[in-house]
């Protein structure tokens, strides 16, 4: 889950979308406190549909993405918002080729523990994977003096003296730590680099949920394989006190389509006839 830097009425925030499964949350943050807005996909439709009467073909992947790129731009004529205590609104208004948009966020203050779930416990698990990549880096540093050493011993002599470098002292690298940028704090977490450490590192909290619905899955298929098991051992008894129905497939119903009637449409349908 990566953020994104946006201004908002001359403000600094974060912002950032996490999909699971149907659910689609919404985040903005300035570090301090937390904002949300959760959707399902059909409260996504509905939403969009109610705000945008006249449009059709939308996908709600490409509409986030369009939703995140408008964020992500530095000026202000795109984004209306309003800033409270406990809600932030905005309202989006952007073209999709040559097709009006507008899309409005009704962001409601979340709790401390939520804005540590979402944003501070991702920054810890962060800042742990660079402690682990530091530690792996330095290893491979003293492998390689060890490499070059036994060159070294076995009479090989550099023909370019000026590469020869020191005997790494990890202990020595960091009582001399390298200066910090001087970037402030959002732009250090906006960055591709630490965009990329974040999307890599994932809070333990939600590998125990990923774990525990495999578990739940896995019981499910069992429970399924011994109803089918009970469900065979009546079909071949001789008597059969009672006929029991069991539905092994449950339907599954295709990602919804934002699909309404749109002038352009029927604009292409006349064209299309002459």
């Known amino acids: 889950m990566s953020w994104i830097k946006t201004l908002l009425c001359d403000r600094n925030y974060l912002f950032s ?3 699971h499964g149907s659910l689609y949350s919404f985040y903005i943050t300035d570090m301090i406190h937390l ?3 959760t959707l399902t996909d059909r409260e996504f439709i509905s939403k969009f549909n109610s ?23 530095k000026g202000t004529e795109t984004k209306n918002a309003r800033i409270s205590e406990d809600r932030i609104e905005i309202s989006l208004n952007w073209d999709s080729d040559d097709i009006p948009l507008t899309w409005n966020f009704d962001f409601r203050l979340e709790s401390p523990q939520m804005l540590f779930k979402v944003f501070t416990s991702q ?16 290893q491979i540093i003293r492998n390689k003096d060890l490499e070059l050493g036994e060159f070294k011993n076995s009479g090989l002599k550099m023909s370019r003296p000026h590469l020869r470098t020191e005997w790494f002292d990890p202990e020595k690298f960091l009582t001399n730590p390298v200066k910090p940028s001087l970037r402030g ?11 990329r450490i974040l999307e890599q590192s ?5 590998e125990e ?6 578990r739940i899955q896995v019981s ?3 429970d399924c394989k011994q109803a089918d098991d009970i469900i065979s051992q009546d079909t071949n008894s001789p008597t059969k006190p009672s006929q029991i129905e069991v539905t092994k497939k449950r339907k599954v119903e295709p990602a919804p389509v934002i699909k309404v009637p749109t002038k352009r449409v029927a604009l292409k349908k006349k064209l299309m006839k002459l």
């Open 17 to 19: 979308l996490k999909i």
């Open 35 to 37: 904002y949300a807005e």
């Open 51 to 73: 705000i945008n009467s006249d449009l059709e073909g939308f996908e709600l992947k490409d509409l986030c993405d369009e939703i995140c790129t408008e964020i992500k731009k």
């Open 123 to 138: 920054v810890i698990t962060s800042i742990d994977a660079l402690v682990e990549e530091r530690k792996e880096l330095f």
């Open 185 to 195: 704090s959002l732009e250090i977490l906006c960055s591709p680099e630490v965009e």
């Open 202 to 206: 994932k809070p333990k909290e939600e």
């Open 209 to 214: 949920i990923h774990h525990h619905s495999s």
């Open 220 to 222: 499910k298929t069992k």
